[in-house]
């Protein structure tokens, strides 16, 4: 193989799977792997002792091959892993599935053992960083680390103004999902992915060069755009440490997994819109414009209860929120019982707060305008 495979996972509870991949890789003169049966055991390992490639079953011990997957692309060691699915499951939705989660690779059994090692290559070629693109960064880095502020802002620039790519990548990936061929499809979405990764930590270093240029205005820009892909990669720690950071100097900035769920929201995406919202939650967790917008993603998604829930939130929070009260009447067909602190005086908005102020109706049989 053109990339170097140090050490490899399986991960599965069936012995016979075992027995034929070992005997597939060592066809393919691979290291014999570390057999593994429980997802949970794997994390613990990460941190210190990762693989290089995993093969995961459909089930474990502790839990699917699909949970598995999607548990790791959350952590930050496992975001680029590369993870092909050894699987007897042919259905298109557990395709679909699988390629949502951020598989790899994705190979049926029983396999022959040309098909298995290129999906062995692909996934390892697609979930590495652009290695030209890694050698910038690096450089600088280094620039950053010396105070050559100019000379860095100059090479983080050059590797952010090849962002498209990531998009272009992304692109062709939908263009074959749409036409089936699920395994150019995960090469292209895993190719965007590390790119994302990649242009994330050069925004974020062209903040640092433009902070130690004295221009404000730019670093809080970069900021911004670097806390936007963390947050579309939905990695909440680098996402919360950036916030943090742009807080200490605009303490009205937006919480960006908020924007991110108003912009799913409208898109559709009921799904995606609550989970970034319940990551929004982590970094504000007390403001009733986001405990709003929760509820009616929830309203969206038909979920009246949990609708009712997070806007019962936002009202015991804020009383006098007009367009709170508004919706909570039309969902609850009741009041709310507390009266606001004016009745006609609107109490100014949090700090950071992004009200999703979109007013098309809820695709629902409610008859709800919020």
């Not at 060592?26 to 055991?41: C, I, N, T």
């Not at 839990?63 to 499951?89: A, I, K, W």
């Not at 579309?232 to 950036?242: A, G, N, S």
């Not at 709170?324 to 700090?351: C, F, H, I, N």
Request: glycine content about 6%; overall charge negative.
């Amino acid at each position: 193989m053109a990339r170097t495979i140090k050490k490899i996972t399986i991960l599965t509870h069936s012995e016979t799977n075992v027995t034929t991949d070992r005997r597939s890789l060592k066809r393919l003169r691979l290291p014999q792997p570390d057999v593994l049966g429980s997802g949970a055991e794997v994390m613990e390992e990460m941190p210190t002792d990762p693989a290089h490639v995993l093969l995961v079953d459909d089930e474990m011990d502790d839990m699917s091959g699909l949970d598995f997957l999607r548990m790791l692309r959350r952590s930050p060691e496992g975001r680029l892993l590369p993870v092909v699915m050894v699987t007897q499951e042919n259905r298109r939705e557990q395709v679909l599935n699988a390629i949502s989660a951020g598989c790899s690779g994705y190979v049926l059994r029983p396999y022959a053992l040309a098909t298995f090692e290129r999906h062995l290559q692909m996934a390892v070629d697609s979930a590495a960083l652009d290695e030209e693109g890694e050698a910038k960064l690096a450089r600088a880095h280094e620039l950053l680390s010396l105070g050559k502020f100019s000379e860095a802002a100059e090479e983080f620039r050059s590797i952010v103004d090849g962002e498209e790519e990531s998009h272009r990548y992304f692109d062709v990936g939908m263009r074959h999902l749409q036409a089936q061929r699920y395994g150019t499809a995960m090469v292209a979405f895993n190719r965007a992915v590390a790119l994302g990764e990649l242009f994330a930590e050069a925004h974020k270093g062209l903040a640092h060069a433009y902070r130690g240029l004295n221009d404000t205005a730019r670093y809080l820009e970069e900021l911004r755009t670097a806390a936007e892909i963390y947050a579309l990669q939905d990695r909440l720690q680098e996402t919360k440490e950036i916030f943090v950071e742009i807080l200490k100097a605009d303490p009205d900035a937006v919480n960006p997994y908020n924007a991110l769920g108003v912009e799913l929201r409208r898109k559709g995406d009921y799904a995606g819109a609550i989970h970034a919202y319940s990551q929004a939650l982590e970094l504000t967790p007390d403001d009733e414009y986001l405990f709003y917008n929760i509820a009616k993603a929830y309203l969206y998604a038909g979920d009246t209860g949990q609708a009712e829930a997070f806007l019962e939130r936002a009202l015991r929070r804020n009383p006098g929120f007009r367009d709170a009260r508004g919706l909570y009447s039309q969902v609850a067909g009741k009041e709310w019982d507390v009266a606001p602190p004016e009745a006609d005086a609107e109490p100014s908005r949090p700090a950071g707060s992004l009200p999703d102020t979109d007013d098309s109706a809820p695709p629902s049989t409610l008859s709800v305008d919020g």
